[in-house]
């Protein structure tokens, strides 16, 4: 038996597969070929758009995928089927970052338009359509929402009169002198499935264990961990020092007089943390990556 899963192919291909590298799948893709290899033998990879991805995992070609919650949304207010995918795991991860993606109202910084009601009657440019139409029906606001190919930001003044566009630091906009008018929506990867495969035990569990793997891997991102050893009367000093997820791990060492101390923190706190650590006695200072952090 396999597991049918899509990847995005498109802007979150390389940091999805990124990703399932420190999860511990190495995914290998082709130019050539839409069905990447996995060393998982109870895994069929195939590249389909983020925009696709509920599509296909609600219809069953395919058991479960990974795509924003943004598509979903724009899925179920389609015309294709609902209540037929559930959300396996809550991934924060994007093409730049480890956060969340903001699909925003934006217009030109000097028109006279400031709000979403200053768009009574004009045009909007987007990909997504239907989450776009949906915001502006509850604003009571009527406008022409146009599907946009790709390169959104540049259309106003002259195509549109206005944008809604995914951003994750908002420099695109700022480059192209738009100003955000409001957030319609936040968005973050969801590893999706359908209730079919979920009904079947064995996918259930193979998804499962993908999903524990991948949330770990999320959770080691920008963190290290540091161990060293320290004087038994000196540990007290050192302990203060240690900004841990939980407490340090202490051990005993051969020597009595001394113990050994594990602990997990950021990569941001290390460089300022070494040299305090060794001024208050501790020796043998090892900073070591992490590729998977489970809770």
């Known amino acids: 038996m396999k597991l049918k899963l899509g990847i995005p192919k498109g802007s979150l291909q390389d940091s999805t597969v990124q990703l399932f590298a420190r999860a511990g799948f190495n995914i290998y893709v082709s130019s050539r070929s839409y069905f990447p290899s996995i060393d998982d033998p109870e895994i069929e990879c195939m590249l389909i758009r983020a925009q696709e991805m509920a599509r296909y995992v609600s219809d069953g070609v395919l058991d479960a995928g990974l795509t924003g919650q943004d598509w979903i949304a ?27 993606v903001r699909w925003v109202l934006a217009a030109p910084e000097d028109s006279a338009i400031k709000s979403a009601k200053d768009l009574q ?10 989450v776009t139409g949906e915001y502006f029906k509850k604003q009571g606001v009527k406008v022409n929402v146009e599907f946009s190919w790709g390169a959104t930001e540049v259309k106003p003044p002259v195509l549109a009169d206005a944008i809604v566009e995914a951003t994750e630091t908002g420099s695109t906009l700022r480059a192209n002198r738009l100003a955000i008018l409001d957030t319609i929506m936040e968005s973050n990867t969801q590893l999706i499935a359908n209730k079919t495969a979920l009904a079947d035990d064995w996918k259930r569990t193979k998804l499962e264990n993908i999903a524990l793997l991948l949330t770990a891997a999320i959770q080691a991102h920008g963190h290290v961990g540091l161990m060293m050893n320290v004087r038994a009367d000196q540990l007290a000093g050192v302990l203060t020092l240690l900004p841990a997820m939980k407490n340090p791990t202490i051990s005993a060492l051969s020597d009595q007089t001394w113990v050994a101390v594990n602990t997990i923190l950021t990569e941001l706190q290390v460089r300022d943390l070494i040299p305090k650590l060794k001024a208050a006695g501790a020796t043998g200072i090892v900073e070591y990556p992490l590729n998977k952090i489970v809770p």
Do not use: P, W
């Not at 724009?74 to 969340?100: C, M, N, P, R």
């Not at 009657?121 to 239907?130: F, H, M, P, S």
């Open 74 to 100: 724009e899925h179920e207010l389609g015309d294709g089927k609902t209540g037929v995918l559930e959300s396996v795991a809550d991934l924060i991860y994007a093409k730049q970052s480890f956060g969340k």
């Open 121 to 130: 009657g004009k045009t909007i440019a987007t990909e997504l359509v239907r």
